[in-house]
Nanobody
């Protein structure tokens, strides 16, 4: 499975950005898709995930500001980020979990989100 993310960029504090990530290749069994982020000097952290049946989980950093959604027909996951702050500056990584007879985890290449104050 290859994950292609897009939509990062530079935005001022209080602004909005949308990310998208499409899975291609052997997507049979594609289950969870989501977004993680890694700020400079920090560990990668989960932002939000969504299962194939639409169950969603947000980490505290995303609650009330970010919205994750998914188009199963397009194998695409979206992250709408509103009211961004400089603390949201990070590389955002798309993640996908494929479950068949085994469980495999895939990562996208990362997309930079920079929020200026």
């Amino acid at each position: 499975v290859q994950l292609q993310a897009s939509g990062g960029g530079l935005v001022q504090a209080g602004g909005s950005l949308g990310l998208s990530c499409t899975a291609a290749g052997s997507t049979f069994g594609l289950n969870v898709m989501g977004w993680y982020r890694q700020a400079p000097g920090k560990q990668r952290e989960m932002v939000a995930i969504i299962t194939s049946d639409g169950t969603i989980r947000y980490e505290d950093v995303a609650k009330g500001r970010f919205t994750i959604s998914r188009d199963n027909g397009k194998n695409t996951v979206y992250l709408q980020m509103n009211n961004l702050s400089p603390e949201d500056t990070a590389v955002y990584y798309c993640n996908a979990v494929v479950v068949t007879t085994v469980r495999r985890v895939y990562w996208g290449q990362g997309t930079q989100v920079t929020v200026s104050s």
